[in-house]
């Protein structure tokens, strides 16, 4: 996931232009969300395999016996208030929000959490206001959950401060991610290569003949040149060699001929590009009209969706772009996935006409595993919620992914790769051993220092404070 935003980074004018796929997003710092207009009142609240995420309770009266809640932030005995963090207002991609509208109309249908409506805020950091909607968030919000932002470790530090616990749909930097009172659904785990499973059916199954003329393009930002470094070292570490390395202007570029004939050149086999997808569509329809195919070409996630084939256009039918999705079940597959499915279901009955991305499906579970979390306390508290959601072994979002132990430091070993064509995407060949997932991926530990997440210790604080 730390890949989602990395046009947000690494190519300003060019995201600008090529991610606005959609113009009606609301890019206000503070919009609440309530149920959609005609929306059922009687929701059921199981999802998937999980019963009961959502329903009545006796919120209301244990909170008037106890007066509770008005010792908890953000939450009353009639509403549990939580920021969603977003970039959409210089993205103008909406999917988190989307997301918090979608689940939280669903939710409060079937009758909120025991009885509490949740009441998402959107909290847009506008890319670069990461640290004042942090701030916002701890004066105002019980916890952060279903968003993200790119340049997500700018806040950290002020989030552990005010002790504010973080459920994010993404997490993007090294020093966010697996940063204290940070509860991820899914990976990334701090120190590994995520995509380790991935590169090792790259590298010694799919196009063993790729190993060794392995090429990376990254946008020239510190961020992506970090990235760089670490996919430099784990594709060696993994059997393979980086045979050549460029960067391209965070300006945007003209005309990726040159790039394209230097990539031909020097034999490249197999591409790495780490930037945005109109910039990687762009160098395909190069490589295409100049007659050369790399092997494959790891996209990943950031351009999984239908703008990047619709951009790409004929040059999907010559080159072969893989992308890995944290063993996520994509809408593709959603005839097999009844969690999937019903994601689907619930967009277009809250949310008519607004897309199921990637990163909404991630914010999905991220959202289930606060919620359900926060079902199980007696007294809503952080703390409660907190140490509910970790003591998660084999969490699945109710059927939207692979199972994932959140009380493990080792990375998980199931992944899903998908291959983009000229038709859409589609599930690639990477054989499945478990549902639509395969699960053997080794563990690849980070030898380079590239920094490390923050913890309450940095900010003088402990576990001990959280309430």
Same mark, same amino acid.
């Given at each position: 996931?730390?890949?989602?935003?990395?046009?947000?980074?690494?190519?300003?004018?060019?995201?600008?232009?090529?991610?606005?796929?959609?113009?009606?997003?609301?890019?206000?710092?503070?919009?609440?969300?309530?149920?959609?207009?005609?929306?059922?009142?009687?929701?059921?609240?199981?999802?998937?395999?999980?019963?009961?995420?959502?329903?009545?309770?006796?919120?209301?009266?244990?909170?008037? @016996?106890?007066?509770?809640?008005?010792?908890?932030?953000?939450?009353?005995?009639?509403?549990?208030?939580?920021?969603?963090?977003?970039?959409?207002?210089?993205?103008?991609?909406?999917?988190?929000?989307?997301?918090?509208?979608?689940?939280?109309?669903?939710?409060?249908?079937?009758?909120?959490?025991?009885?509490?409506?949740?009441?998402?805020?959107?909290?847009?950091?506008?890319?670069?206001?990461?640290?004042?909607?942090?701030?916002?968030?701890?004066?105002?919000?019980?916890?952060?959950?279903?968003?993200?932002?790119?340049?997500?470790?700018?806040?950290?530090?002020?989030?552990?401060?005010?002790?504010?616990?973080?459920?994010?749909?993404?997490?993007?930097?090294?020093?966010?991610?697996?940063?204290?009172?940070?509860?991820?659904?899914? @990976?990334?785990?701090?120190?590994?290569f995520q995509y380790s499973g991935y590169y090792t059916w790259l590298l010694k199954e799919k196009y063993p003949g790729s190993a060794r003329k392995v090429g990376i393009i990254a946008g020239d930002s510190p961020v992506t040149?970090?990235?760089?470094?670490?996919?430099?070292?784990?594709?060696?570490?993994?059997?393979?060699?980086?045979?050549?390395?460029?960067?391209?202007?965070?300006?945007?570029?003209?005309?990726?001929?040159?790039?394209?004939?230097?990539?031909?050149?020097?034999?490249?086999?197999?591409?790495?590009?780490?930037?945005?997808?109109?910039?990687?569509?762009?160098?395909?329809?190069?490589?295409?009209?100049?007659?050369?195919?790399?092997?494959?070409?790891?996209?990943?996630?950031?351009?999984?969706?239908?703008?990047?084939?619709?951009?790409?256009?004929?040059?999907?039918?010559?080159?072969?772009?893989?992308?890995?999705?944290?063993?996520?079940?994509?809408?593709?597959?959603?005839?097999?996935?009844?969690?999937?499915?019903?994601?689907?279901?619930?967009?277009?009955?809250?949310?008519?006409?607004?897309?199921?991305?990637?990163?909404?499906?991630?914010?999905?579970?991220?959202?289930?595993?606060?919620?359900?979390?926060?079902?199980d306390c007696a007294e809503l508290t952080r703390t409660c919620v907190y140490d509910n959601a970790r003591k998660n072994t084999d969490w699945t979002a109710g059927g939207l992914q692979a199972p994932f132990d959140l009380t493990?430091?080792?990375?998980?070993?199931?992944?899903?790769?998908?291959?983009?064509?000229?038709?859409?995407?589609?599930?690639?060949?990477?054989?499945?051993?478990?549902?639509?997932?395969?699960?053997?991926?080794?563990?690849?530990?980070?030898?380079?220092?590239?920094?490390?997440?923050?913890?309450?210790?940095?900010?003088?604080?402990?576990?001990?404070?959280?309430?």
């Amino acid at each position: 996931m730390r890949r989602l935003l990395i046009g947000a980074v690494t190519a300003v004018a060019v995201l600008l232009a090529g991610c606005s796929t959609r113009s009606d997003d609301d890019t206000d710092t503070a919009r609440s969300t309530s149920p959609a207009a005609g929306a059922s009142s009687k929701a059921n609240g199981d999802f998937g395999t999980l019963k009961n995420v959502c329903g009545p309770g006796t919120a209301e009266a244990s909170n008037a @016996a106890s007066n509770a809640a008005s010792d908890v932030q953000g939450v009353t005995d009639k509403k549990i208030q939580v920021g969603v963090m977003t970039d959409m207002g210089f993205t103008k991609k909406s999917e988190f929000v989307d997301a918090a509208e979608v689940f939280t109309s669903w939710c409060n249908d079937a009758g909120g959490i025991n009885g509490r409506e949740i009441a998402p805020v959107t909290r847009d950091t506008r890319l670069m206001e990461v640290r004042q909607r942090t701030l916002e968030a701890c004066k105002a919000d019980f916890a952060l959950v279903g968003g993200g932002a790119a340049l997500d470790s700018l806040g950290v530090k002020d989030r552990l401060k005010c002790l504010l616990p973080n459920f994010p749909g993404q997490s993007s930097q090294i020093g966010a991610i697996g940063s204290d009172l940070q509860v991820i659904a899914a @990976a990334p785990i701090a120190g590994y290569f995520q995509y380790s499973g991935y590169y090792t059916w790259l590298l010694k199954e799919k196009y063993p003949g790729s190993a060794r003329k392995v090429g990376i393009i990254a946008g020239d930002s510190p961020v992506t040149k970090v990235m760089a470094a670490q996919f430099t070292e784990a594709v060696e570490g993994l059997g393979g060699k980086v045979d050549y390395s460029d960067l391209y202007p965070a300006s945007g570029v003209a005309d990726w001929t040159p790039y394209a004939q230097s990539i031909k050149k020097n034999g490249v086999k197999g591409l790495i590009f780490l930037g945005d997808f109109a910039s990687l569509a762009k160098l395909e329809q190069a490589l295409t009209n100049i007659g050369y195919a790399p092997d494959w070409i790891d996209a990943n996630s950031n351009v999984y969706g239908p703008a990047f084939t619709q951009l790409a256009g004929p040059a999907l039918a010559k080159q072969h772009n893989y992308a890995e999705l944290f063993a996520t079940v994509p809408v593709e597959s959603a005839a097999d996935s009844p969690a999937t499915q019903q994601v689907i279901d619930l967009f277009k009955q809250y949310a008519p006409g607004k897309q199921v991305t990637y990163p909404a499906l991630r914010a999905f579970s991220a959202w289930l595993l606060f919620a359900t979390a926060a079902r199980d306390c007696a007294e809503l508290t952080r703390t409660c919620v907190y140490d509910n959601a970790r003591k998660n072994t084999d969490w699945t979002a109710g059927g939207l992914q692979a199972p994932f132990d959140l009380t493990s430091k080792e990375p998980p070993t199931c992944y899903l790769v998908v291959e983009a064509t000229t038709k859409g995407w589609r599930a690639a060949d990477f054989k499945p051993d478990k549902g639509a997932f395969r699960c053997d991926a080794p563990a690849y530990k980070y030898r380079g220092d590239y920094g490390k997440p923050v913890t309450l210790a940095d900010v003088g604080k402990s576990l001990s404070d959280l309430t």
